[in-house]
T-cell receptor
Framework: EAQVTQNPRYLITVTGKKLTVTCSQN?????MSWYRQDPGLGLRQIYY???????DKGDVPEGYKVSRKEKRNFPLILESPSPNQTSLYFC?????????????FGPGTRLTVT | RKEVEQDPGPFNVPEGATVAFNCTYS??????FFWYRQDCRKEPKLLMS???SGNEDGRFTAQLNRASQYISLLIRDSKLSDSATYLC???????????FGSGTRLSIRP
């Protein structure tokens, strides 16, 4: 089954404790992206990757890191989480730049930073 | 001003009604447009693309008005299962930008 998986689905952590949210897709997609969704603000892009070893900042990259060492995986790293990073996070992938192609989203990771 | 704006709703309409909502965008260089549907606490899923000539998929019709810089979504004969949040997406290829609207919440009542 074609899908995007994210782990963990739910995470409660404390300020400053490094964490990684994993994202994997099995569709051989070139483009992958991370979004955060907050009430009233919609989905905002954090980072994206056009292909392996190619990543770029989205609209809200501060406090996040990503890497794309393999085509299927695109982990999101919070080196020192803060309460303002409490949010619902979605990973997404598409065949190429999603201006032309459908984006497939993972089920989301609900992160709470206390 | 936000780059992409949607009326947050909620739109509360009876089953069988026709409902329409718009999404305005500020960047005239925007080149492609989509509607996604998001059920409560779930991931967004593509509903339909929006073409210059307009397009229809069953009870759903999407239109693009480049002159006034908005896209619209019309739902005819609404069903209870249409209750969801509808997100518009605007893309700018040259800037590699993808902008989501904050969504319009639709609630269909029996």
């Amino acid at each position: 089954e074609a899908q995007v998986t994210q782990n963990p689905r739910y995470l409660i952590t404390v300020t400053g404790k490094k964490l990684t949210v994993t994202c994997s897709q099995n569709m051989n997609h070139e483009y992958m992206s991370w979004y955060r969704q907050d009430p009233g603000l919609g989905l905002r892009q954090i980072y994206y990757s056009m292909n392996v070893e190619v990543t770029d900042k989205g609209d809200v990259p501060e406090g996040y890191k990503v890497s794309r060492k393999e085509k299927r995986n695109f982990p999101l790293i919070l080196e020192s989480p803060s309460p303002n990073q409490t949010s619902l996070y979605f990973c997404a992938s598409s065949k190429s730049f999603p201006g032309e192609y459908e984006q497939y989203f993972g089920p989301g990771t609900r992160l709470t930073v206390t | 001003r936000k780059e992409v704006e949607q009326d947050p709703g909620p739109f509360n309409v009876p089953e069988g009604a026709t409902v329409a909502f718009n999404c305005t965008y500020s960047n005239s260089a925007s080149q492609s447009f989509f509607w996604y549907r998001q059920d409560c606490r779930k991931e967004p899923k593509l509903l339909m693309s929006v073409y210059s000539s307009g397009n229809e998929d069953g009870r759903f019709t999407a239109q693009l008005n480049r002159a006034s810089q908005y896209i619209s979504l019309l739902i005819r004969d609404s069903k209870l299962s249409d209750s969801a949040t509808y997100l518009c997406v605007v893309n700018n290829f040259s800037a590699s930008k993808i902008i989501f609207g904050s969504g319009t919440r639709l609630s269909i009542r029996p």
